[in-house]
Structures are given as structure tokens and as C-alpha cells.
């Protein structure tokens, strides 16, 4: 089985696995694992905007929403900088973090693959309730990250801020793209 | 990598290669009739950064694919995506036309031909007032049941014009809403210009509803005269036609075709079936 997917189904194991096998990080790998987060959402993207795929547009849409990937590059840096008892450095410790990427990469590839098979979208409801998933399942992965990488003793707490700085930034692009926190608190009923 | 991964990651370029590879449609010419010329405009869409998915470069080959002749860019209370689209428009293509959705709780308007970002907070008359200091049009966006509240008398007379034609309208209850806001709006300001925007973000086509414009010269300012005018026809996603009288029989006789949905070819389909299979591959093998 693929590691990646092996790390997203048994977590804890697979992280204190690969933690052991290789303690200093490695840029290439690390590296690949940015390429194809970046070309999975640019590919899904830009089906989803214009039914079509093409080397221009799916590297636009990349590079434009490349920032999603700093944001997940600023949560992980919070938890993983000042964590001490980590066996692993910092850049393996990025590397092994990246991996955990099954998660979001399904919910960006299965709606254009729905789109393939059934020859229509998914609603945006759709696709948007169904993001609880990956969000849910990445702090589960985060929990088993914290534990068995950083060798956290408040895991919990560790998944918590993570969570708190990611889903904060978020809501800042949010509230930049739809016009302002005004209309943020008014759209969650506030 | 293993073997099947470089083979899944071959498949995902080759997939890209062969979509970079489709032959595009042609720019469409556009159409004069009476004395004007007939330009398909979408006064609503959206890009990135913002909440549209597209960034300004790849938006413009999209309305272009779209047999649009000009767009405004209208992201959420920011005029600074549609200068960046204008400032980088060279290749001959759709007009782009700077924009703000003014967004505020109550109402939304489609303002275009702006310089400026527009102050949303201070009611949609205010902002209306705003937008005709700047030179552009105020066009009272997606006026259904949720985005009416902040809509009093006095703003609907003084707006340039009100979405028609909306891809919300399919919900009935959304259609009706926007009837009632039309009734409304022609009582109040005899003349009001009719718009068909797609309101664009991701997904549906831009200028899948979209305006056609009776413009005297094919330019920013000969579109926001136009709609200052009421020399407008709004159509929608089934090519139904809104408008006054005279307008929508010079459009109909013009023959303007209805907007087309997009058209997945078989290959268009094969390579999105090729990209998606290698890159689950390559996550998953």
C-alpha cells in the first residue's frame, strides 16, 4: 500500500514508522509532495472553473492559489518549531507532515471524478459539507502527528492550535475575498 | 518513485499537454444592428484573489471563450484584481471593465467603470451617489428576497440598472422574487437599464446570463453610456430576453445566439479523465 495512504488510514503507526526510519529531512521528497498538492488543486480547480484542463491554466491556478499551501506551512511551522522533544528535524518533520495530504487531495480529485463518470457537478453544497471530512480527518492526523513525531505529551493541545492558526488564517482570506468580516459573522448568522 | 508513479505522473502531463493542445474558438466578431453595436457584456464576475477561481489573465480567455465582447470584474468591496486585469489586457480580446460588488448586509450592487473602491457602508444610496461621482453604473445585483432589505425607493430610482437575468432565477423562488424587484424597479425609474449577469465564481460559464449592450463604439465608455441609457437586453441561461420593446426586437433580429453552455468534446472529456485518474495514482498507488 502507498505510504501516504497507509499514513492516512493508520496514522499513529505509520508516523512513529517513518519518524524511526529517517530522522533528518529531505528536500526532493518534500518538494514532490508541494508539486502534487499544488497540481491535484490547480487540476481540480480548473476543471471545476472552466471544464477544461491545459499545462497554462492548471499551473495559473496553481501558482495563484499557492498561498493555501504557505497557510498549511504557517500552521504546521507553529506547532513544529518550538516543539523540543521531536526526534526528527524540522525539515522531515515538514516532510512527514505534507505526507498526510490523502485527506484534502480526495476531496480536490473526487467531485471532477464524479464530474467523469456521471457527466454533472456536485452542487457547491455539496462539495462544501462534504470538506467536513478532510478537516476532521486532517486534526485526527495532526493528533497522531504531534504524538508520535513532535513526542508531544499534549497532543490534544498541539492539534488545537494547529487548527486555530489554520482555520484563523482561512477565515482572514475569507473575509477578504467575500467583503469584509461584516458579511462573515452575517452569512454564520451573527 | 516507484515505476507506477512515474507512469501516473506520465499520464497527468501527457493529459495537460493534450488539453494545452485543443484548438481554441475563434474570437467572435461583433454584431451591428441599427445603428449600434450589439456587445455582450457580463457586468458580474468574479476572480482571484477573491472569492472567483480564476486569476484576471485566465478570466479573460474565459469570457473571450464565451463570445464575450467585455467583462467588469466585480470582486466583494476591491477594485484592485480588475486595475491588475485591465493593466495586464494586451492581447486583443473582451473589454475589461473595473468593478466592485458593493457588499454590504441588505443589498449587493454591481458597480462598473470604477477607478476607486467604493465606501459600502454607509447605505446603497450613498454608494450609488459614489459610483456616479467616479463615472461608473450601479446595477442592483441578484435582487431576490435576501439582498433586497437595504433596497428603499429612493436607491432603486437612482441605480443605473437591476439583474434580470441571474443563474439564481432557476430556483422559482428566486425568479419570482427577481420579477417583483423588476416591477419595482421600472415603476421607480422608467428607463432602468436590464441586466444579464452570470455572477461568476467557479463553475457556470461567465456570461452564461449576460447583457447585450446597444453601444455607439466598442469601448468602456461607450458600455457604461449604454447602460446609463437603458440600451440594454437582458438574456438568460435559456436565451430568453428582457428589455424594452425596440431593444429586445433588435436584438432578436440580429440574430444574437443564445449563450452557449460549455462544450465538453470528447476530448476535453478524455484529457479531464486522464489528468484525474493519474493524479489519483499517483496520491493513492
Redesign the interface.
Known sequence: MNVDVELALAPADTFERLAQDRAHGLVVPLAGRLLLALTVMGTSVAISATGRVGVEMVASIAAAWSFTLLVQAVAAAVVIVPARPRTVTRLRAFELWFQAHVPWSLWFLLPPLYFVVIGRRPTDNVVMAAALVPMVWTAVLMRAFARRVLQSPRAELVTVVHQAVLWGLTLCYIAFAIGGWGRVLNEVGL | ?TRGQWAAAGL?AA???A??L?PRPPLREPIRAGGYWILAVDFHVHG????G???P??LRD?AARAGLDAFALT???RVSTARFARRHAGTPGPIVIVGQ?I???GFHIAAAGLEERVD?THGAAAAIRAVHAQGGVAIAAHPDRHYTAGWDDGAVALADGYERAHPSMRDPEAGADFATFAARAVALHPGIATIGSSDYH??LSPGICRTLVLARERSVEGVIAAVRDGRTVAMDMDGRLYGNGDAVRLVREAGFPPPAR?P?TPA??T???A??AG??L????
Open positions: 518513485m497527468v493529459s495537460l499537454v488539453g494545452s485543443s482571484f484573489p477573491g472569492d477561481a480564476l486569476p489573465w485566465l474565459e470582486n466583494h468591496n460588488e457588499t454590504a448586509q459600502w467557479t463553475g460549455r465538453f476535453s472529456r484529457s479531464i479523465a489528468a484525474v493524479l489519483l499517483l496520491a493513492l498507488l
